[in-house]
Each structure stands twice: as structure tokens, then as C-alpha cells.
């Protein structure tokens, strides 16, 4: 007989309590000194040095602990999108002041005191509401919503929770990616991540701020480093894209190239985890676990398509993206036991 070990993690629940969050009612142009209490033991929204508002743990965070759920309290249907230009800001405008009029006072409070970036030229032709929807709102698959909460976290371009929408329970929903302290600030990424400094300090410029989080904030060399993983890992990401079928090689050229790619994969999985890009880990995870199915090297193909059904598992139990992450993982996991049970028998000259 063998001995192995089996390494399909139960997941537990979410270790905090999908609580709804607290309301925050008086506007941000009044001076900075209030602080607005979420769910019991999880956040609290106060000054951040040179950010205005931001969001901070009031205890420690587990990966995956959730920070906030929050249903939008505007959303709307998007008008028609223009190559180049985008939503057209009068239609949104339009659909925006219409949902606003049917809030309560407080919950209109609550949208005029968010932050919002615009030009001189902006804040004279355009709606404030418009403006404050086009800086804080957020994709809710074929919807667009604004979600005052969540828009109290404040950007890094190497943040320490992520988010995701639930159709099911019509909110989006922030979680830690990584252990958090009590006292330190949540961060989200407003913008893709995978842009070096120059170019991830461009797509911030509609914002109204420079970003100085710890990627950014890095000296020279540092920062060099960084943009090359991110450009490197970017340009992976794409490469492997065609090739993520479980269709085995065939020929002795597919064979070696295939080889070449799993031990690649493996490497693209180290180097979102240098960079510290946990958006993007799960992604990596998969890419990782398929490349290495292809060639039957079914020990890492199970470690690493269980990784990234973990991480799916706290994003959403129920997308269709944890769903094959499990069922990768268990084919796996069963390929892994048969190759293990065939090296047993040869080994006894079965």
C-alpha cells in the first residue's frame, strides 16, 4: 500500500458575517473629523493622511474576511457606450439625477458628500451628480452602481482586499486578500494593475491624485523591478491564453513545448506572488494547474487548481469560475491517485 496526502481543503465559511454597513451622512466639504462606524468589529471610515477619507480595520482580518457588503444606492442602465469617447456624460447624468430624486434626504446626503474629481470646464457645464457618479461608481455586470461606502476606499496599486458583484444578493462585496492588522488601511485598485508606474499614474490622472502606495513609493531600482514584473506577467497572461485546453500534445515538438510552458506557468504563479497582485493570483493558480494537466504531471496540477478553488471558493461559492476550479481540482486529484497507484504496482513488479 501507498500513502499520500489529499489535498482538497474543506472550505470553511467566511469567518465574518455578511453584515450591511453603516451610513456616513455628512458631506465631505465640511472639515474631516467625524467617523463613521461599520458592522461591529470590522471598519471604521476616518481621515487618512493626504487621501481625505479612507477606511480602516478596527481588528484583525483573515484572508478573506469580509470588509463590507454594500447594495448600490444608485444604479442604472447604461446608455450606449462610444468607442473613444465613452458613456455619454449628459445621458448618464440624466439617468442619474432620476434615480437620485427618489432617495431620502439622508441618502442623498450621503451621495453629495463623496469625493469626485472634474476640470474647471467639467464643474461648469456638467451635473455634480453626474461627475460624482463617473469618479465613485463601479460595474455591476450589465448595470452600473454607486456604492458610497465602498467608495470610502481609498486606491493602491498593490491593495490588500478585492471585490466582487453578487447578482444574488444584489450587493458587491469587499473581502481581504491578505492578513490586515487592526488600524490599517483597506485598499481596493481602481485601475487594472498589470501597467508599469507611468502608465498605471496616467490611468489615475482622472481621479484627481498621484498615487504614492508602496509600489509606487519605491525607489529606482525597486520600481524597475516591479514594472517588469508587472509587463512580464501581463505579457504571460496573454501568451498562455490560446493554449489552456486539456487536450493532451502529440507530437514530440507540442511535448517539449508543452513542458517548457507547465515549468513557465509555474514561474508566472511566483511572480504575481512577488509582486503581491492577489486580483490576480487566482489566475495565475488556473493557468498553472491546466499546464500542468496537459503533461500528466498531475501532483502540481492538483496543488495548484486547489489554490485557486480556495481563492474562488471566498470570492463566490456559486460562480461558474469556482464550479470548474472544483471539478479541475477533483479530476485532478483523482488522475494524481491513479498515476500514484500505477507507480505503487510497478514498483511491487505488478
Known amino acids: 500500500m501507498f500513502a499520500y496526502a489529499i489535498i482538497f481543503a474543506s472550505i470553511c465559511s467566511l469567518s465574518t458575517a455578511l453584515a450591511d454597513v453603516g451610513i456616513c451622512t455628512r458631506p465631505s466639504r465640511f472639515p474631516l473629523q467625524h467617523a463613521c462606524h461599520g458592522p461591529p468589529g470590522v471598519f471604521v471610515v476616518k481621515p487618512s493622511k493626504g487621501k481625505g477619507l ?111 458583484w453578487s447578482d444574488e444578493l444584489n450587493k458587491r462585496i469587499v473581502y481581504a486578500t491578505r492578513k490586515i492588522k487592526q488600524g490599517e488601511e483597506f485598499f481596493v485598485s481602481y485601475i487594472p494593475l498589470l501597467l508599469n508606474r507611468t502608465e498605471r499614474q496616467k490611468r489615475l490622472d482622472r481621479y484627481g491624485f498621484k498615487c504614492s502606495c508602496e509600489a509606487c513609493a519605491q525607489d529606482y531600482a525597486a520600481s524597475e523591478a516591479s514594472d517588469t514584473r508587472r509587463t512580464t506577467i501581463s505579457k504571460a497572461f496573454a501568451d498562455f491564453e490560446p493554449q489552456l485546453v486539456l ?81 479541475l481540482t477533483s479530476s485532478f486529484i483523482s488522475n494524481w491517485e491513479s498515476q500514484l497507484r500505477n507507480q505503487s504496482r510497478q514498483r511491487n513488479g505488478q
Open 247 to 327: 487536450t493532451p500534445p502529440k507530437s514530440q515538438k507540442a511535448i517539449r513545448q508543452a513542458r517548457k510552458n507547465a515549468k513557465a506557468s509555474s514561474r508566472l504563479a511566483e511572480l504575481v506572488l512577488e509582486e503581491g497582485l492577489a486580483d490576480y493570483y487566482s489566475k495565475a493558480y488556473r493557468i498553472a494547474a491546466i499546464s500542468h494537466a496537459r503533461v500528466g504531471d498531475w501532483e502540481p496540477a492538483a496543488i495548484w487548481a486547489n489554490k485557486g478553488y480556495e481563492l474562488k471558493y471566498i470570492e463566490d461559492p456559486k460562480s461558474p469560475a469556482t464550479l470548474e476550479m472544483h471539478h
Open 54 to 164: 479612507g477606511v480602516f480595520a478596527t481588528r484583525d482580518l483573515e484572508i478573506g474576511d469580509i470588509v463590507m457588503r454594500e447594495t448600490p444606492i444608485l444604479k442604472i442602465s447604461p446608455p450606449t457606450f462610444v468607442k473613444g469617447t465613452g458613456y455619454p456624460m449628459s445621458e448618464v447624468s440624466k439617468l442619474v439625477r432620476e434615480e437620485f430624486d427618489a432617495l431620502s434626504p439622508i441618502e442623498q446626503a450621503e451621495v453629495l458628500s463623496l469625493t469626485y474629481h472634474a476640470t474647471p470646464s467639467e464643474k461648469e457645464t456638467m451635473d455634480e451628480l453626474g461627475i460624482i457618479f463617473r469618479t465613485n461608481a463601479y460595474n455591476t455586470n450589465d448595470k452600473i452602481g454607486l456604492f458610497p461606502k465602498i467608495a470610502r476606499i481609498n486606491h493602491s496599486c498593490r491593495p490588500n482586499t478585492s471585490y466582487y
